[in-house]
């Protein structure tokens, strides 16, 4: 699968959503509203911050969005843990697109750092997700550092993001 596509558009994420991009059984996202970003504007697998891959993406922000309404009333923010949500899905994107097999799993983190808030005034927020290393073995693991942009200014980081990808279903 790598190289094959650099870019995706929002419903080319739904399909993944669904379970029809990678293939059953495989890596997908999640579905609206936990899908935390609308488009993926480029991933390779070269290049970064540490030349062994990275993905990119944006989500458009727009004051009606879900989390506004009940997070923090009268002081509505985007959840930091959304963001960070959304790097661990970028990461598990990223195997997927590998064409590594297995359903994904948000596995650890390193450091997060916050140092701003996505508010209803920022109209789009950027994320970059920087690859260290993919492990294939029994269980495909993807580490990377990660960051959040509102408009253009950095104030979400995230190292040592750990996402795998298991042949295992998810116990109920």
């Known amino acids: 699968m790598a190289g094959s596509k650099s870019s995706y558009e929002y419903e080319e994420l739904l399909a993944c959503a669904r379970g029809e991009l990678f293939g059953a059984g495989n890596a997908q996202l999640p579905y609206p509203p936990m899908l935390m970003f609308d488009r993926i504007t480029e991933i390779s697998e070269t290049g970064g911050a540490f030349d062994k891959g ?16 009940c997070h923090f009333i009268g002081n509505p923010i985007m959840p930091g843990c959304l963001g960070l949500d959304a790097m661990w899905q970028l990461t598990g994107f990223y195997l997927g697109w590998l064409g590594e097999p297995g359903k994904g799993m948000a596995l650890s983190t390193g450091e997060v750092r916050f140092k701003g808030m996505v508010t209803p005034s920022v109209k789009k927020v950027e994320y970059g997700v920087d690859f260290k290393r993919v492990m294939r073995g029994r269980l495909v693991l993807g580490i990377a550092d990660g960051w959040l942009k509102a408009d253009g200014e950095p104030i979400y980081a995230a190292t040592d993001l750990k996402v795998g990808l298991s042949k295992q279903s998810a116990v109920a």
């Open 54 to 69: 990275f993905i990119r993406a944006e989500f458009d922000i727009k004051p009606d969005l879900w989390f506004f309404a």
